[in-house]
């Protein structure tokens, strides 16, 4: 017998897992797959966009265990009860969230239904794992993005300490751009030339747009060859140039869709490195032969 403390000071013996009878062994089971649900259900994106949380918990505090069968019962609830229980102020909220959580599979339709038309359901955690997973790479990723604030605001603060010198360039005192400074190696006056074309409506102006677009998308094949891993890849312009080079930075591999978003997210941020996408990709290879 193992022995506990309760929050109002009381001590409590609590059998061994090998003295539970097999009714309470499922309802010990079932208290930890509450647990673990709620958690995904916490973290899951697809989840933000109404309140599936306390809708979840809801129908969890009618989720039991059948004593005849060892498993769990179906559970429903009427918009009213999610209304008062979730304190939800409408009808389309409350069904808004019960849609969003059986379409990501964690309310299981059984086809029946109770006397006053309330559809019944099994509860399942299907993206458990893949949630998981998630919340390891947005850690990563926030504490990264933190991280470059901070070293920003230190950069900031000393520059305001020592003032600007007069060797000090532009960008040591504002900061430096994913974009470096350089000028085209075939034009001798490279302002004249860059003026020339971009005001003209000749179709030089489009042929060098293109040839930048180029540039931007072959940005991770250099990186990615290049000594400094840990230089983040240049922000995508709009929307094509984002699709592309996630294209390219997943060419021949297996991604999953979420970790294109994931990936995209990061991109469009301005902190993702070749680094980082090796080590990404490697854990989504890993998990996916494990």
Same mark, same amino acid.
């Given at each position: 017998?193992?022995?506990?403390?309760?929050?109002?000071?009381?001590?409590?013996?609590? $059998?061994?897992?090998?003295?539970?009878?097999?009714?309470?062994?499922?309802?010990?089971?079932?208290?930890?797959?509450?647990?673990?649900?709620?958690?995904?259900?916490?973290?899951? $994106?697809?989840?933000?966009?109404?309140?599936?949380?306390?809708?979840?918990?809801?129908?969890?505090?009618?989720?039991?265990?059948?004593?005849?069968?060892?498993?769990?019962?179906?559970?429903?609830?009427?918009?009213?009860?999610?209304?008062?229980?979730?304190?939800?102020?409408?009808?389309?909220?409350?069904?808004?969230?019960?849609?969003?959580?059986?379409?990501?599979?964690?309310?299981?339709?059984?086809?029946?239904?109770?006397?006053?038309?309330?559809?019944?359901?099994?509860?399942?955690?299907?993206?458990?794992?893949?949630?998981?997973?998630?919340? +390891?790479?947005?850690?990563?990723?926030?504490?990264? +993005?933190?991280?470059?604030?901070?070293?920003?605001?230190?950069?900031?603060?000393?520059?305001?300490?020592?003032?600007?010198?007069?060797?000090?360039?532009?960008?040591?005192?504002?900061?430096?751009?994913?974009?470096?400074? +350089?000028?085209?190696?075939?034009?001798?006056?490279?302002?004249?030339?860059?003026?020339?074309?971009?005001?003209?409506?000749?179709?030089?102006?489009?042929?060098?747009?293109?040839?930048?677009?180029?540039?931007?998308?072959?940005?991770?094949?250099?990186?990615?060859?290049?000594?400094?891993?840990?230089?983040?890849?240049?922000?995508?312009?709009?929307?094509?140039?984002?699709?592309?080079?996630?294209?390219?930075?997943?060419?021949?591999?297996?991604?999953?869709?979420?970790?294109?978003?994931?990936? +995209?997210?990061?991109?469009?941020?301005?902190?993702?490195?070749?680094?980082?996408?090796?080590?990404?990709?490697?854990?989504?290879?890993?998990?996916?032969?494990?």
């Amino acid at each position: 017998m193992t022995e506990y403390v309760t929050e109002h000071g009381e001590i409590i013996e609590a $059998p061994d897992a090998s003295q539970l009878t097999p009714v309470q062994m499922a309802r010990r089971q079932l208290a930890a797959f509450k647990f673990d649900l709620v958690e995904t259900i916490a973290a899951d $994106p697809k989840l933000s966009k109404a309140p599936c949380l306390g809708v979840m918990v809801v129908y969890l505090s009618f989720l039991t265990i059948d004593e005849r069968t060892l498993r769990p019962t179906t559970v429903y609830a009427s918009n009213i009860k999610l209304m008062a229980r979730a304190g939800i102020k409408s009808k389309t909220t409350a069904s808004q969230a019960r849609k969003l959580l059986v379409e990501a599979g964690y309310l299981v339709p059984t086809g029946s239904q109770t006397k006053d038309g309330c559809a019944k359901f099994r509860v399942a955690n299907p993206r458990a794992e893949m949630i998981k997973m998630h919340i +390891r790479e947005a850690e990563e990723f926030l504490a990264q +993005r933190d991280a470059l604030r901070k070293e920003g605001e230190r950069r900031k603060k000393a520059l305001l300490t020592r003032g600007v010198t007069d060797i000090d360039t532009p960008s040591e005192a504002w900061g430096t751009s994913n974009w470096p400074d +350089r000028v085209s190696d075939i034009d001798t006056n490279y302002l004249e030339g860059h003026l020339s074309v971009s005001c003209s409506g000749e179709e030089g102006s489009l042929i060098e747009h293109d040839q930048s677009l180029d540039d931007q998308s072959n940005s991770y094949a250099s990186a990615r060859g290049g000594d400094d891993q840990n230089e983040p890849l240049p922000v995508p312009r709009n929307d094509e140039e984002a699709d592309g080079m996630i294209s390219m930075i997943c060419e021949g591999r297996t991604v999953p869709p979420f970790m294109r978003d994931r990936l +995209r997210l990061i991109l469009n941020a301005g902190v993702l490195t070749p680094k980082m996408i090796e080590g990404m990709l490697n854990r989504v290879k890993g998990e996916a032969a494990a």
